[in-house]
């Protein structure tokens, strides 16, 4: 495999499940499965072990669920992405997920193209949500009635509103004439600031302040 291959564990009780996403994600090339976990707790030992780019995580597992595998997780690899992929769309199994660390969640209904496209983008630290789940972390923020956004600065603002609009922290850095490691220090200071755990947070918290407008995703080739 490339060194340029995008490390992938899978953590899953179903042994099923395993060998069906293992056998389909190694036909492509740019993914290599380096491992499999059929509970929670083996899941974050070999997440320690490995040091995968990506974890595609199921909640429902005996010992440890997913949610406390994810926290456990980017604890012990905080550059491993977890992409949360289970059949529940509940409000009281999204939100722990997400405030555990984990940066995207699919549903297994997902279609293939669709997670290789999750995968992918999640090595480049983008999440990717389920529409309904989209729906209800939206709806989550709307009920909230903090307005926390007045903390920040001019820049911090220019600086959250481009990465609502998805944009990296070179783009960035680009678009606004600065240094990228200016632009990190202000990504830090604006997760700190609005108590937030990853951008993905800050972009949704940034629509929901309609920081700005929330255009309708849009539809991308399979890559």
């Known amino acids: 495999m490339s060194s340029e291959s995008i490390r992938v564990l899978l953590v899953d ?5 395993r060998r069906g996403l293992s056998a389909f994600l190694t036909t492509y090339p740019e993914i290599e499965v380096v491992g499999e976990a059929a509970s929670g707790a083996e899941g974050v030992t070999l997440a320690g072990q490995l040091l995968p ?114 944009l990296s922290n070179a783009e960035i850095a680009a678009r606004l004439i600065i240094g990228e490691r200016t632009v990190k220090t202000h990504v830090s200071n604006i997760l700190s ?10 972009a949704l918290l940034a629509l929901r302040e309609r920081l700005i407008p929330l255009d309708p995703p849009q539809s991308e080739g399979k890559g």
């Open 53 to 166: 780019d990506v974890v595609l995580m199921d909640l429902v597992m005996p010992e440890m669920d997913g949610i406390d595998a994810t926290r456990r997780i980017k604890a012990v690899s905080p550059s491993t992405q977890v992409i949360v992929l289970t059949s529940y769309s509940e409000d009281e199994r999204i939100f722990p997920a997400i405030k555990a660390g984990a940066l995207s969640y699919l549903l297994k209904d997902v279609g293939p193209d669709d997670l290789v496209r999750a995968i992918k983008a999640a090595r480049r630290g983008e999440a990717t949500l389920h529409p309904t789940v989209a729906g209800r972390l939206m709806q989550e923020l709307t009920n909230t009635r903090s307005s926390p956004l007045d903390e920040l600065t001019e820049r911090e603002r220019e600086v959250l509103a481009l990465i609502a609009r998805g």
């Open 13 to 17: 009780d179903h042994i099923v499940v």
């Open 193 to 202: 600031k609005l108590h937030l755990q990853d951008r993905t947070q800050a």
